[in-house]
């Protein structure tokens, strides 16, 4: 059971436009979301997170926002740029036996054309 | 200045035969993780350490084992790899285990079972 799904497996967006990349979970707990871009051959790395008790948050052209009620989060990357082009994957955390752990989407890869 | 460096980027070995990547830190993170991500799925979590204290997956094969000598390196070992266990292996670390902490990540070993 996949608790945080990425149903979009890609996307393809013009240079300058908006790029909104979508993610749901199932477990209402979850109470930090982050969101990881992935070059090829390279490791993913952080992009931008929100708590689950906002529903907005900005850092330069990367917009992330929160409904809760629907269980819904996307990322906006405002405007786009052809160095966006990479995987994308949402994950989520909460607390487990006393730790916190991440449970990652299946990524959405975005391709920006110049 | 690579801050989380996985050893070697490709791995080839025998179905059966015993191996072992490497990971390891500049970071000074308390926090190392191993994560495992086949094609197309999500990366999903193996184990972690807190600094000497192991945390396993409920999940986690008996054949995936690991170790941390020390802050700065921790091993995935698989003790007779299968040819389902042929995937990327990404490790990560954190400075804490907080909710909000991002992971910062190597660039992954691709493991081959011949």
């Known amino acids: 059971d996949q608790q945080v799904k990425q149903n979009s497996p890609s996307l393809s967006v013009q240079e300058g436009r908006i790029s909104i990349l979508n993610c749901d979970y199932t477990?209402?707990?979850?109470?930090?979301f982050l969101w990881y871009k992935k070059y090829p051959a390279e490791g993913p790395t952080f992009l931008i997170s929100i708590s689950s008790i906002k529903d907005k948050n900005e850092d330069g052209r990367f917009t992330v926002f929160l409904n809760k009620s629907a269980k819904h989060l996307s990322l906006h990357i405002v405007p786009s740029q052809p160095g966006d082009s990479a995987v994308y994957f949402c994950a989520a955390s909460s607390l487990s036996s006393g730790t916190y752990k991440y449970i990652f989407g299946t990524g959405t890869r975005l391709k920006v054309l110049a | 200045d690579a801050m989380v460096i996985q050893n070697p980027r490709y791995q080839v070995t025998q179905f059966g035969k015993p191996v072992t990547l490497s990971c390891s830190q500049t970071?000074?993170?308390?926090?190392m993780y191993w994560y495992q991500q086949k094609s197309s799925q999500a990366p999903k979590l193996l184990f972690h350490y807190y600094d000497k204290d192991f945390n396993n997956e409920a999940d986690t094969p008996d054949n995936f084992q690991s170790r941390r000598p020390n802050t700065s390196f921790c091993f995935l070992d698989i003790r007779s790899p299968g040819l389902g266990d042929a995937a990327m292996y990404l490790c990560a670390t954190s400075r804490d285990l907080g909710g909000n902490q991002p992971q910062h990540f190597g660039d992954g070993t691709r493991l081959s079972i011949l």
């Open positions: 477990n209402s707990m979850f109470d930090y």
């Open positions: 970071l000074n993170h308390n926090v």
